[in-house]
């Protein structure tokens, strides 16, 4: 039986069964040991109590692995002149010519993606902008080579991020449904609050879903007015084209200035759409209401949300660029946010949030862990200790490295 932390990048093979413990558990009581084999858990079985000596307090909480669904590699560690003012200041400062530096993109990109497999992630999204070609060429080349380049570590999925009208202009629609058909981008997404024809664009989008067969994952509502509410002809678009289960909304800040009833009645007809909602707590903190006396937490309402029954996930977004000054790269630090700002405090809520929506471990699963060493999930938030990544089996990452 192997404790933490000890070797961890010979804590497993892959092949060999192996017996990880004592170890904390979510939903478990006392310590615990975890069997693994060629890449699944096969056990999850009490620590065996010695009669010469008291079982050992464990060092470490085991969990699902993380799964981020919500970057911007192509931005990562381009850094910024100043700290946003809003959402449109940092839109415009990024679209300068140092808001995107091509020739260390992919050593920006590594860098982000090592850095979320060291804090526990297993699986990342990643939203790559994709502009007119006269405003800049694609960028999915690039991402694609780092995607490659780290797939023993982390799964990534590419978001084909369409933006500055590239959804309602027929030759850039044309060249990206090619870009998706041949599999350069495994999901398509955009801004439409920020087009000039928003529901021309949302259109756009589901079209390109229904044809080519990739998922939707749409930046929809980041933003306070009512007026420019998008996301109930968005679910329009979902039920007509037949996108049951397919599409994601990300950010949902709107959500936060709507009454409850409106708020309560969208989040029914997502739950029965099977729209996934991810919420990024620090950039939505950092971008909305600046300079406000009184200013909202422009987070989307995370808990009515779960209630309703809508799948909720927790997301680093920017990293070091004109939407957000600091440079880590943390699920952990999402959480804590989403605790702290967002008042989630029930502890498989947010695990489901911060994984593939398993909220504890449990035999037959794919060995996707991450042991953080803390005696509690509160205590790991506070903390964000080391942690040790397991993919399919095999340590991937450690503190240690």
Known sequence: MRELPTNPRRLADGDLPLAIGPVRVPEYSGSQVISVH???????????????APVPEPSHLA?????????????AYVGSPRPPRSLEDA?????????????????????????????????????????????????????????EQMKRVMEIELVAFAVADTLTDREETARLQKDLTMGRYQLIGGSPNHDSRPRESIT???????????????????????ARLLMDFALDEVERRHLEGWVSFSHCCLLSALGEQQTRSLARRMAGLGITVNCQPR????????????????????????????????????????????????PLEAAYLARLAGHLYDDARLISALTDGRSTLRSGDKADLTFVEAKNLNEA????PERITMREGVVVASGSN
């Open 204 to 226: 756009s989008m589901m079209e390109l879903a229904a044809r080519t067969g990739v998922q939707v994952d749409v930046h929809i509502d980041e933003t306070l007015d009512p």
């Open 283 to 330: 950039t939505n903190l950092i971008l909305h209401e600046y300079r406000v006396h009184s200013p909202r937490r422009a987070l989307a309402p995370i808990n009515l949300l779960i209630e309703e029954g809508v799948h909720v996930r927790l997301g680093v977004d920017n990293v070091d660029d004109t939407f957000c000054p600091f440079s880590t790269a943390d």
């Open 63 to 75: 969990m699902p692995s993380f799964a981020e669904p919500h970057l911007h590699p192509d931005r």
């Open 38 to 52: 060629r890449g699944l858990i096969t056990g999850i079985e009490p620590f065996p109590n010695g009669s010469e």
């Open 381 to 384: 938030l506070s903390l964000r």
């Open 91 to 147: 839109i415009e400062t990024g679209a300068r010519p140092e808001g995107y530096i091509a020739d260390t993109a992919a050593e920006r990109a590594r860098r982000l993606f090592s850095t979320l497999s060291d804090n526990g992630a297993t699986r990342a999204r990643g939203h790559v902008g994709r502009h007119p070609e006269h405003i800049a060429a694609p960028r999915w080349e690039v991402m694609g080579e780092v995607r």
